[in-house]
């Protein structure tokens, strides 16, 4: 549809909620409070609102490989991916796509073929798939896939992940206290423990690897630390040069936040402590969360912050899917019903703020000009809301009529 006005609806604006009507024509939102125009949409009885933007989700790994080692084709895996987060309201996704050094679900070859996809089937997705670049640091294989990517359509963002050094942590260590991961003062696991040698069972099967072999890899992989750290600086200047929107993932201290901050990542990503929230917030950065967190009342890496917890104190900008699409909008109905926050303010952690963090000033409000990115939402009251119509540059993603 060229033109349609959606009336009748109770629609989230940026700094109120009102019932009014929301008029788009070519794609943009084109008149908010005037006589309809085109197509009539009757939104009454529901919500207007921005649609979900996903800084980070990593659920479509589980239509690419179901069970272990067991993988679908891309081309299913990706259609079926697109297909939820229209369901879910989510209009523009960051794909959370691992650049690693384990072979298999998150090797560099998969994520090449993903990336590889994604451009090539762009014209059959319903919303805006884009990826985060989860460049695990020791991966320095991964970091001619990254400069192809930076260059390419996807518009990615970029995040440091370093799960090599969480993986060889001391295990006396609690994972959510420990060192900045190249200070001198990080203890390393007995890799010949059979203790270690558990720890990476759930790794190995995810790389279709024995736990023996996988045991070998990693130490092996850890031979290459003294290079890490030259290897993020070149990875911090590529994003810099390319101005995309720059993370840190599992920050536990504030020289790791400081230390990715310079080299350009201003947004901490699922910090593991309160105090290292508090001080990315006091430095200017975003803070994200996940969202099953606040959907399950906490973290299931249990001592990490409670997210609801953080959007209560104000050191959460924005909560992510993480690996459950739902829980976006699940998050918010928990929020809401716990009287956390009122409602648009809940609501901007998933549709304005994303926007910001990720530099898309074209969308993520209800305004004139902006990109008709929206959702039709059924919330009864006391009840789960659902998604009833996302709009994406104004054409219809996902429509479903409830049998009542």
Known sequence: MREFTVTGALVYLPDQIVET????????ISEIGRAARGKE?????????????????????RQLMPRPNVFFPMEAAILETDRQLAANGIATAYHALSISWEPGLRSVDRAREMIKALTQWSNRLTVEN?????????CLEGIDLLKDTLEGPLTPSLAFNDHTSMAMLHPDIVLQRRPFEHSSQFRV?????????????GRAERSGLSAED?????????Q?????????????QLGRDKDVPMLSHDDTQDETRDFYRRHGATISEFPMTVAVAAV?????DMVIFGAPNAVRGGSHLGNSPNAADMVKAGLCDILASDYYYPAMLAAVARMDADRIA?????????????????????RGEIKIGKRADMVLVGWPKGHMPAIRHTWVAGRTAYCAMPQG
């Open 280 to 284: 990315a917030q006091e430095r200017g």
């Open 224 to 236: 290459m630390r003294p290079l890490v750290k030259e290897a993020i600086a070149e990875v911090g």
């Open 342 to 362: 009122d409602r648009l303010t809940l609501w901007k952690l998933v549709s304005t703020n994303p926007a910001k963090a990720m530099k898309l000033d074209d």
């Open 214 to 222: 996988y045991v070998e890899l990693i130490k092996d992989r850890w």
């Open 189 to 201: 696991a007995d890799t010949s423990s059979p203790q270690f040698l558990a720890k990476m069972k």
């Open 130 to 138: 884009r990826v985060q670049l989860r460049w695990e640091t020791f």
């Open 21 to 28: 009507t929301v008029t788009v024509a070519d794609g943009i």
């Open 41 to 61: 949409i009757d939104g009454t009885g529901r919500i207007l609102a921005p649609a979900l933007i996903d800084v980070h989700g990593d659920a479509f790994e």
